[in-house]
């Protein structure tokens, strides 16, 4: 299966206008890639809190990594805004979308819509990439 780019004027993971967006910086439990849907991973007092790579219909997702990042490192993540993201099955425009497999988004399914991190703004096929209305911040 060819995977379709529906946006290519932006990279995977990126924003389509951060001065619009919510992003916060959060450290990397461990190796994150720039445009993963991101979880909640764990705090330690006086340090940001850490983030690991969602999985499927995951129910403390923060957003979208804007950079690839490694164990430790501070990388900024796209909590609320318009972002590049691949699809891990078909979901059609305007859709919810929950957390897929390995950081992708999926159309959100029974008992996941209180899951939910925002919706599609173009219908993908299954690996294609393409924009998604993120908000985390209202879950």
């Known amino acids: 299966m060819v995977s379709v780019d529906n946006y290519p004027a932006l990279a995977l993971g990126d924003c389509l206008d951060e001065a619009q967006a919510h992003i916060v910086n959060y450290k990397c439990a461990s190796g994150i890639t720039k445009g993963d849907v991101v979880v909640f991973s764990a705090h330690v007092a006086g340090e940001l809190p ?29 909590m609320r805004g318009i972002v590049k993201v691949t699809a891990s099955g078909g979901i059609t425009g305007g859709t919810p979308i929950v957390s897929g497999a390995s950081g992708a988004v999926v159309t959100f399914g029974a008992n996941t819509f209180d899951k939910t991190i925002g919706r599609a703004i173009q219908t993908f096929l299954t690996t294609d990439t393409g924009l998604a209305a993120i908000d985390c911040e209202g879950a």
Do not use: D, F, R
Not at 58 to 72: F, I, R, S
């Open 50 to 78: 850490t983030i690991a790579q969602a999985g499927a219909a995951a129910a403390n997702c923060l957003g979208v990594a804007l950079k690839t990042g490694l164990t430790g490192e501070s990388i900024p993540v796209c």
